[in-house]
């Protein structure tokens, strides 16, 4: 559309978490670039108002209800998807993900006494429902057409573990290693996988953690945008831009394998 480069006319775009705010914003961005856009979730209120977000702008997208720690629920999707486009997905963007008030480790918190189910719980979350079951569920349809990029959302915090955020950084850590694992296996085959790690992200889950209701920083907001390259958080804009991209065949069609990391504008790839 806007630029012949990034045209994704050709392109489904299955967003998994699209009911999210990043996600959501990264499945408007594919419809900006013509992608038909499949937004699945769980919230059918936030899926269907960021479907129509899309098709108000001149887009083509819909909502879908999945469940993506069910493989069943996927599967069912994916065929209900591929119905609705005409064609299955070209493009597979897993933005579902979460932590866990359990699963972290407050101020004087002790290792040791983590729960195991909170910590089974986000990794369940973040890499089998984030990661593993879609692609399993929808990789092979482009195994056979030949064609396709699955997009992981992992994190900054899968590179450099955040201090309290332990079993959600060692879960995005190994979305990261599944990313080059699965690269490496479908390389020939003319799938492509790729992952974004973003940075900190002013979002509704964590405005309260990162901002005064002035508009100041809070303790910890300070702490991290003092670790944070240019001083700045990272924007929705430089995420989704960098999913446009990676979508894209004629852009980065022999782009594979890599982490793209977003930390407040500085971004590098590591292969």
């Not at 005409?86 to 006494?113: H, M, Q, W, Y």
């Not at 986000?122 to 195994?143: K, W």
């Not at 992981?152 to 915090?157: E, F, G, K, L």
């Not at 002013?202 to 990162?210: D, F, G, H, T």
Request: hydrophobic fraction near 45%; charged fraction near 20%.
């Amino acid at each position: 559309m806007n630029n012949k480069i990034f045209d994704l006319n050709d392109d489904v775009a299955v967003v998994i978490g699209g009911t999210g705010e990043l996600g959501g914003l990264m499945a408007e961005s594919l419809g900006n670039f013509g992608a038909k856009v499949a937004v699945v979730g769980r919230n059918a209120e936030r899926g269907q108002s960021r479907a129509k977000a899309i098709s108000d702008a001149g887009g083509e997208a819909k909502f879908f209800a999945a469940d993506s720690l069910n493989a069943d629920s996927l599967a069912e999707t994916r065929d209900t998807i591929k119905a609705w486009a005409g064609s299955p997905a070209s493009v597979l963007v897993n933005a579902a993900g979460g932590n866990r008030p359990e699963a972290t480790i407050p101020p004087g918190g002790d290792f040791c006494k983590l729960p195991l189910d909170a910590w089974k719980d986000v990794f369940d979350l973040n890499l089998v429902g984030g990661s593993l079951l879609p692609c399993q569920v929808f990789a092979p349809d482009m195994i056979e057409s030949g064609v396709g990029s699955i997009i992981n959302i992992a994190s900054m915090s899968g590179m450099i573990p955040l201090s309290r955020v332990v079993a959600y950084s060692a879960a995005k850590a190994a979305v990261i290693n599944l990313t080059l694992w699965l690269s490496r296996e479908w390389a020939t085959t003319g799938v492509r996988v790729n992952a974004i790690s973003p940075g900190f992200f002013p979002a509704e889950q964590n405005r309260k953690l990162l901002f005064n209701e002035d508009g100041s920083y809070t303790e910890r907001g300070g702490q991290i945008i003092g670790h944070t390259p240019m001083a700045r958080f990272g924007t929705a804009e430089e995420l989704a831009g960098a999913v446009v991209w990676l979508a894209s065949r004629k852009a980065s069609s022999f782009v594979t394998g890599q982490n793209i990391a977003i930390d407040g504008g500085f971004a590098s790839v590591t292969i």
